[in-house]
């Protein structure tokens, strides 16, 4: 299985700044032929099931905010949030769905400063 | 609109086995896959397997092989997730998920809480 590594594992963001969150594949998820990487980015609210933020490393989905941005390629990606609000404190999960099984990273909870 | 309506919480004794369901509705049952995907406490997000609803194919996360079993019914839009042999780290709220093969998942269940203890 494809193992995800994200950093950092928490984080505390003051209001109105950026906040960046890292993730590792430990092998590519790019596939060449299309050029597309295999990679999403989730945001989970306790309580409430994973909400799907990002895929293709850098497509936001609809009706997500655009201070979130995905980037990177290969085995190497970042989730970057502009300006932090305060709604935005969630855990965070980057998935790759290159391989069967999809696997997801460690998680990065995100936390006022 | 797209909705995944899972069953409720249970509780459940080491050894035993234990069997949810998600109702989908708002799109055509087959023409997306059903993941199953747990989330333990303290722990991270975890695949079980996938099922096709179209004919009922399955691949299973090799170590719950011999353990999970998924299968639907189409009559009814359901799906359903089979774990036996409970054990204590088995503890977990469980989610379906809609994605096909090498997509996210797009739409998730709310999510259904399975205690395992003596």
């Known amino acids: 299985d494809i193992v995800m590594t994200q950093s950092p594992d928490s984080l505390a963001v003051s209001l109105g700044e950026r906040a960046t969150i890292n993730c590792k594949s430990s092998?590519?998820?790019?596939?060449?032929?299309?050029?597309?990487?295999?990679f999403a980015w989730y945001q989970q609210k306790p309580g409430q099931p994973p909400k799907l933020l990002i895929n293709w490393a850098s497509t936001r989905e609809s009706g997500v905010p655009d201070r979130f941005s995905g980037s990177g390629s290969g085995t190497d990606f970042t989730l970057t949030i502009s300006s932090l609000q305060a709604e935005d404190v969630a855990v965070y999960y980057c998935?790759?769905?290159?391989?069967?099984?999809?696997?997801f990273g460690q998680g990065t909870k995100l936390e006022i400063k | 609109q797209v909705q995944l309506v899972q069953s409720g919480a249970v509780v459940k004794k080491p050894g035993a086995s234990v069997k949810l369901s998600c109702k989908a509705s708002?799109?055509?049952?087959?023409?997306?896959?059903i993941h199953w995907v747990r989330h333990a406490p303290g722990q991270g997000l975890e695949c079980l397997g996938v099922i096709d609803p179209t004919g009922g194919s399955t691949t299973y996360a090799q170590r719950f092989q011999g353990r999970v079993t998924m299968t639907r019914d189409t009559s009814t839009n359901t799906v359903y997730m089979e774990l036996s042999s409970l054990r204590p780290d088995d503890t977990a709220v469980y989610y379906c998920?809609?994605?096909?093969?090498?997509?996210?998942?797009?739409?998730w269940g709310q999510g259904t809480l399975v205690t395992v203890s003596s």
């Open positions: 708002g799109y055509t049952f087959t023409t997306y896959f």
């Open positions: 092998q590519s998820v790019l596939y060449n032929s299309n050029n597309k990487n295999y």
């Open positions: 998935q790759q769905h290159y391989t069967s099984p999809p696997t």
């Open positions: 998920a809609r994605g096909n093969n090498g997509d996210s998942f797009d739409y």
